[in-house]
């Protein structure tokens, strides 16, 4: 597989049973990987994606008390902890920089600190975690886990959003899938695995959905031009002002195709999702009660 931000190969070594999966060889340092423009959208794709993540949030507070303690681990744009705010829960974040953490807190208005969760005294104290595509970035995702259910009351819920690696999507794209994103995707999950690290963390698995209107058709799209030779991650650089290889003329042939794509890729996502093998999952946990 190859980054399409740096051209560099890495592969990925799976498990023959639960189809976990490892990144390598593991980078030294990630910061060569994240580009200043790593998922900065544009306005129009922007606002497409706020209005997608807080139908989401609405879905979650669905299943969830009317108010409670929630963090999201790696607050990322915000808007979901805002949006969790604003519907009367208490919400805090982290972010791996102080750039990050500034601008997640200008945006969602709650608390964002820098670093890691030894930051947040180790007592179950909260009712939520949210950890949406952040799960697959980490070298030893099991230690998050727990790290996690340390500080999740027991019945306290876990938000996981994370590629499903088994997926249908997966499987037809190979090496081309742009779910992947080596090298900052580290590990890799099907469903039976993140079962598995769930089980092992604290949790129970309560739930698996594959619906996933903001990343899936997308997938589709963006991996069939891949397959098709044109630049790797070429719409991704285009919806993030990335520097692109390709000319003019590329780039529009690439858009003008993405068109019939996206409504093969929506109908592709559809029934993937039916048959429980979207690219996508959320996944919901239970923090069992430790006594």
Same mark, same amino acid.
């Given at each position: 597989?190859?980054d ?47 209005g ?21 681990v790696g607050?990322?744009?915000?808007w979901?902890?805002? &949006?969790? @705010?604003? %519907?009367?829960?208490? $919400? +805090?974040?982290n972010?791996?920089?102080?750039? /990050?953490?500034?601008? *997640? =807190? ?14 947040v ?27 996690? &259910?340390? @500080?999740? %009351?027991?019945?306290? $819920? +876990? ?6 690696? /088994?997926?249908?999507? *997966? =499987?037809?794209?190979?090496?081309h ?18 079962e ?9 698995m309560t739930?698996?959905d ?20 044109f ?5 991704i650089k ?20 993405a ?13 993937s999702?039916?048959?429980g ?5 959320e996944?919901?946990?239970v ?5």
């Amino acid at each position: 597989m190859v980054d399409y931000v740096t051209g560099d190969s890495f592969a990925i070594v799976q498990c023959h049973v639960c189809g976990f999966g490892v990144t390598e060889p593991l980078p030294g340092s990630l910061d060569r990987y994240y580009p200043t423009r790593y998922r900065r959208f544009n306005a129009l794709a922007a606002r497409v994606l706020h209005g997608l993540y807080l139908r989401r949030v609405d879905g979650w507070l669905r299943r969830l008390p009317p108010t409670g303690l929630a963090l999201e681990v790696g607050a990322g744009t915000g808007w979901m902890l805002r &949006a969790l @705010r604003e %519907r009367g829960w208490r $919400a +805090l974040g982290n972010e791996r920089s102080l750039e /990050a953490a500034l601008a *997640a =807190r200008a945006a969602a208005g709650v608390p964002i600190f820098v670093g890691d969760l030894g930051a947040v005294r180790p007592a179950p104290a909260l009712d939520l975690v949210i950890m949406f595509h952040v799960l697959e970035h980490l070298a030893d995702p099991l230690a998050e886990l727990r790290a996690v &259910a340390r @500080r999740l %009351r027991p019945g306290g $819920a +876990l938000v996981l959003g994370l590629p499903n690696i /088994a997926s249908w999507q *997966a =499987r037809l794209a190979g090496r081309h899938w742009m779910h992947l994103d080596v090298p900052r995707h580290l590990c890799h999950f099907t469903p039976d695995s993140i079962e598995r690290a769930l089980a092992v963390s604290g949790y129970r698995m309560t739930r698996i959905d594959f619906r996933s209107y903001e990343h899936d058709p997308f997938g589709w799209v963006q991996s069939t031009l891949d397959r098709l030779g044109f630049e790797h991650g070429l719409l991704i650089k285009q919806l993030t002002g990335m520097k692109r290889r390709s000319g003019a003329f590329t780039t529009l042939a690439a858009l003008v195709l993405a068109v019939p794509l996206g409504v093969v890729g929506l109908v592709a996502a559809l029934a993937s999702w039916r048959a429980g093998a979207g690219a996508v999952m959320e996944v919901w946990a239970v923090r069992e009660d430790a006594g």
